[in-house]
């Protein structure tokens, strides 16, 4: 267990250890890489909190843990969050930065939402301290980074703070 919360440790450090271009348009460090979600941390199923735990894979390999229907680029194949549901996502290969000051889209969630329901957006940089973003009661709606505290985000979670029927597609860092 010690081993591979280690190894879970070290890959996530990995991953971190590579800086950002100095401008994400165009430069051809790690985050140039597709700018969608492309793994799960933790999820709900049947009323019951999972985590994807020590298994977090590295930038590269592919993810199977949770509902991978939520990562990379929308495709009309989601994943519908239950009643009280949780579902956290990362971008191990790329981040969401703020661009472009107040009032500016840096993070898109695509996902169907139910008139009367509410999806409640965090977003943290490193999993471990979270930033509110407010509710999102629109579909495929746009997020601003401004609004929070962080210029750099690469960990977002979904709340369901309705009834559920939220339906998440993708989560994507616009650029
Ligand atoms: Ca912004
Ligand atoms: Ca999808």
């Known amino acids: 267990m010690r081993a591979g919360m280690a190894a879970a440790a070290l890959a996530i450090v990995a991953c971190q250890a590579v800086a950002p271009d100095a401008d994400p348009l165009t430069g051809g460090a790690i985050d ?13 199923i049947q009323g019951q909190a999972m985590s994807c735990g020590d298994t977090l894979p590295q930038c590269g390999a592919a993810a199977t843990c949770g509902p991978t229907a939520a990562l990379g680029p929308p495709d009309q194949v989601d994943y519908e969050l239950p009643a009280g549901g949780v579902l956290e996502l990362a971008l191990r290969c790329s981040f969401v ?50 609004s929070s505290e962080l210029d750099v985000i690469r960990f977002v979670r ?18």
């Open 158 to 175: 979904i709340s369901d703070g309705g009834a559920g029927g939220i339906r998440i597609d993708a989560v994507e860092g616009l650029r």
């Open 32 to 44: 140039a890489g597709a700018p969608y979600a492309d793994v799960v941390i933790a999820y709900t």
């Open 97 to 146: 930065m703020e661009l472009g000051g107040i009032n500016s889209a840096d993070l898109k969630l695509w996902a169907d939402i139910p008139q009367g329901s509410a999806a409640v957006i965090e977003v943290s940089v490193d999993g471990a301290f979270w930033h509110t973003l407010g509710p999102v009661q629109t579909s495929d709606a746009t997020l601003d980074l401004e």
